[in-house]
């Protein structure tokens, strides 16, 4: 409980009064009858807040909310008595979230419901929690106030934010993944499924020509390929201390796993299944999966995933993963990597690609290509400008030594990765390489 300014003002009125008795003593009497009544009402007010009945409290969100995204929430306030009341209320929302709409003040109706709602943009994924409501209760004249905390709580999980992810899957299943940057390649050569026949269009390959149903129909008959499914598709997902580094786009691991979960889709799309394998932190293994909700399961399984302080140890991940996963696959490694890490991704490499068809995703830092593009109008400025030229060209020698043990590399920026990365994949599945 609380006085409200309003009854300091009251107080201050009556010692007002009382200064103005102890100079004309013929206000004594006023004064005393005054301070009789004041203490009358502010007790009367003070019984009527206690023995109130605390409105009932619910809360109404979704048990996942993407990250960056705004969601609403929704609380209800019953008031089961036969007076209305005036409240106050703020929710307790999880830590590193922005908020708008919040703490708010009502006027509950006797025996009435009221919905109000609120909106939080959580800053970071992984779990959260709501803890309780702070209500704030008026007394009827105004002059107290009744603070209670009311424990509701509820957990939350916070989701990569699918938004992006889903407006390229709405591209995906219209066909226009050209709008995007992603490029639909014709299938040739060998290893391609047989899907069906059609008649001979321009540009067919002689190849193509089915020539015992070209003689049946009196007509050219082409043989159409398909993309080879029951594939398999392994990412080794990088958590170590690198992946910390952010940019205007978000974290690198929030980037890497956003472009995880788009190629995700669309290889499910294509008939494969999907798995990974984190390293350099967390571990987690799912084995290659297939299904509709494929997605779902991703989502569940990394939604907390968080960037550690240990080094990526690539050879130690290579060796955890050829026993797992013995089927050959398409591994894809989506890392950043420096130059004192090389040798050790090289012979991860070599090790790989004994079974396995293994790219490397490797993420560049968007400050690197600043520094090529600045003006040069100092020493200091020329000094960083070699300095990054020398770290390229180191990283460049690198790459061709993982090219030189069977590796694809992709060198690019994180808000790039997911569309060079559903590119590529495309282009294996369309050389059939896998």
Known sequence: MYPHRKQLYLLALLGLLGLLAALLPGLVAVWKLSAASVLVLLLFDLSLVLRARLPEVSR????SIPV??????RLALNNATSRGMRV??????????QLEGQPQSMTLPAGRQVILSYRIKPLLRGDGLFSGTDLT????????????FLELAEPVCVFPNFREISRYTLLAIDNHLSQMGIRRRQRRGEGSDFHQLREYRMGDSLRQIDWKATSRYH????????DERDQQLVFLLDCGRHMRH????????DQALNAMLLLSYVAQQQGDAVGFLTFGGQ???QPPQKGGDLIRRLLERTYDLKPGLEAADYLAVARRLMPLQRRRSLVIVLTNSRDEEQSELVRAVRLLSRR????????????LDRALTEPIRDFEAALRFQSVVDYLESRRQGFDALRHHGAMLLDTLPENLPVVLVNSYLDIKARGVL
């Open 60 to 63: 109404s969100l979704r048990s």
């Open 68 to 73: 960056g995204a705004w969601s609403e929430v």
């Open 88 to 97: 106050d209320i703020h929710d307790h929302h999880p830590t590193d979230c």
């Open 137 to 148: 209760l008026h007394s009827p004249w105004g002059f107290w106030r009744r603070k209670c």
């Open 219 to 226: 007509r050219l008959i082409s043989k159409e390929y398909q």
């Open 246 to 253: 952010q940019d205007d786009h978000g974290a690198h691991l």
């Open 283 to 285: 571990q987690r293994w």
């Open 356 to 367: 396995h068809l293994v790219v490397i995703a490797q993420l560049r830092e968007a400050s």
